[in-house]
């Protein structure tokens, strides 16, 4: 390109941007409003009680809201069965429509099969893997419940600016490779901060010839390298997928218009050719074999010839990831092609991700072919992936599954996971080890033929008129402002202070949140509870935990409280009575959750931490208000905290701010 040429073109990430962009503020921070806002019994619930204890019980539009039970289906104790009831009366009593247990699946499965997302749109839901829904080229994201409560009640959200990296597959894939493995070596490549506060654009030849199954697979777990979405361009494979909902949901189009101009239309979204990427990632996937995680994150990912013969304990095929028709037709086709039965030391349990899923699967014969070699055949369920319910490991056990995290005390207390493709995880059940599966089987089985149905079944639901909420006379719900202290004592959480090395000692790092609070406590529904048992998860001595809850301030390594979206670790750290956070680097849901509930997260270089290490003062004094952190003698740091983020502290969250600028554009005639 010479010198004086510009590059005129944009992502397909910055033209749903400018689509849905009503105001810019004076950090970069993007005030977008939302097209639709998901929610599922184990987040909202919380934000339905405050949005209540507030007087501010509204929604900004019931059509555009959609809600199911998915993580504990059907309810396993009070506790959820109370997490249930609220998303039922609350949505009945705003009109929303509901999928209760018998017509609903894991929300990043049903919600495409539903035709929930278009091209161009933009979603979020109080769930990590809404970035799944980037595979249909929208701008869909997790969010803490505060995020999920405000874009309920006023139909925005503000994002922070996103860069976008660029990740081309091409060479041709092998046949045992599979979206898992795919996806795993990219994590693997960058790390699971490789792509903070970053969109992860998938393209390349490879992805061109994938399915829309496939493609969900490499979205959804864009969240585990750290990325806020994972978008992909509208093509014919997109189109034929969402057909049925295309059809009936954009009603501008006249019955008469072509399929080429439907397509056409919607391929406005996609990235221009001359459009300039952050970053440009390319991966030839030709020489790729099978892969599996080790240890306890997703960036460990090893060969699994390499760790092949490894004795198991349960096989989980499932989750939002691949519990999919195509992930159990694979499994499925492994277990009849190989014959015989699941090993007498293997427990395999199976879940469709759907009803719908799980009745195409019985209709082809999958789900007999599952029980005829022993499998555990569930319903519809995020259970064992995050711990919760049907299938939750023992101490010592070790699990080969198709979900997406890996972290210590995932499924279970003392429980072991390793990550793989649905090929691998059917193979290993039926040989009671963990075993490679080999280019001449999956050859095999992807040469069977299933008589394909419309991916997308649509539901009967009619929208219904609604009124715009008045947001000026909602203003007087919001408090008033605070004058928070977050100087105190400090706790230096470490890699793991029960063990007396150099290495356990230094700056714990990807502290995630299933450490900060394990998921067999998110069914409860009062944030106070959460304190009890914050950091549980996080290995560290007996006498550190007493100094924890003596504590005001955490002080931590990089990328810290990755995973999970839920906001329940804010309320566990606060409820221990702690308000700021300091740490090299922040996970983005996690510090937007922090910040939205007046708390403090504080982001310095990495000498400073290790400097604070080395020296760990007993007490730090924090002026939020002009930047500086001070300890001992004349020790003083600075650090940068913008105005919006002072403003969210001073209003003790974001609740109260969202009103207020939602009144102003309604004001402007914007909303």
Known sequence: MKKDEIKTGKTAYRKTIEKHLLRTLADGSMVLQVDRVWGHEITPPPGIIDAQDRGCDVVFNPNKIKTMIDHVNPAKDTASAIQGRIMRVWSRKHNIEFLDVGRNGICHAIIPEKGWIYPGQIGIMGDSHTCTHGAFCAFTAGVGTTDSETGVITGLWVCPPQKVIRVNFIGKLPANVFAKDIILALIKKIGVDGATNAVLEFGGSVIRKMSMEGRMTIANMAVEAGATSGMMMVDERMIDYLWPAIIRNYPDYPRSISYSTILADLQRFNSDPD??????????????????????????VVNVAEFAGKQVDQVYIGSCTNGRIEDLRIAAMIFSLIGGKVADNIRCIVVPATQYIYQRALVEGLIEIFIKAGCFVSGPTCGACLGMSCGVLAPGEVCVSTTNRNYRKRMGEGGMVHLVSPATAALTALKGEITEPTVEMCETVLKYHFIEKAAVQLTDWKEKPFE??????????????????????????????????????????????????????????????????????????????????????????????????????????????????????????????????????????????????????????????????????????????????????????????????AAELQAEGKI
């Open 275 to 300: 459009a300039e990427y952050d970053q440009v990632i390319e991966i030839d996937v030709s020489n790729m074999v099978p892969v599996t995680t080790i240890n306890y994150s997703p960036g460990d």
């Open 468 to 661: 715009t909420p008045d947001y000026g006379s909602l203003l007087s719900s919001v408090g008033a402002e605070k004058d928070r202290d977050f100087s105190g004592k400090a706790f230096f959480l470490k890699n793991n202070s029960a063990i007396d090395t150099a290495e356990a000692k230094s700056p714990k790092k990807n502290a995630d949140t299933d450490e900060i609070i394990p998921a067999k406590y998110l069914n409860e529904i009062e944030k106070k509870k959460f304190g009890e048992h914050c950091l549980e998860g996080a290995p560290m001595s007996s006498e550190d935990r007493k100094k924890l809850y003596k504590s005001a301030i955490i002080v931590a390594g990089k990328n810290f409280a990755c995973g999970s979206s839920r906001e329940h670790a804010p309320w566990a750290i606060e409820g221990a009575g702690i308000g700021c956070v300091i740490a090299q680097s922040f996970a983005r849901i996690f510090e937007n959750n922090m910040f939205n509930n007046g708390l403090l997260c504080i982001t310095l270089p990495k000498e400073i931490i290790e400097r604070l290490f080395n020296e760990e003062p007993e007490d730090l004094l924090v002026d939020w208000k002009k930047g500086i952190i001070e300890w001992g003698d004349n020790n003083c740091v600075e650090f940068e905290i913008s105005e919006r983020r002072k403003d969210l502290i001073k209003n003790g969250g974001s609740v109260g701010i969202m009103l207020k600028l």
